[in-house]
């Protein structure tokens, strides 16, 4: 089976790579990310941390339509480099 059909018949899942598990730098980020949201959490009320949750929903939610954008652009990057490959 080629790559197109395998993407096609959902073999490939692109969020399924876990490339960014095994980079350090990425470990790092997400740690102390997750280290300052939980000191800021503790000093704030009940009310301040509901607000800090729909902020993190919310930026979530930005990233991943970002993500998506980005992906987008890249395969119809890579689709025009190989079009012009074979030109």
């Not at 395998?6 to 790579?17: L, V």
């Not at 980079?23 to 301040?48: C, D, G, H, T, W």
Request: overall charge negative; hydrophobic content about 40%.
């Amino acid at each position: 089976m080629d790559i197109l059909e395998e993407f096609w018949n959902g073999s490939i899942n692109p969020m399924e790579f876990d490339h960014l598990e095994s980079n350090s730098n990425y470990r790092k980020v997400v740690e102390a990310y997750n280290l300052n949201q939980e000191q800021l959490k503790a000093s704030l009320s009940e009310k301040q941390q509901n607000l800090l949750d729909l902020l993190i929903k919310s930026s979530d939610e930005l990233a991943t339509v970002v993500e998506l954008d980005c992906f987008k652009i890249g395969f119809k990057l890579g689709a025009r480099l190989t079009i012009e490959a074979y030109s």
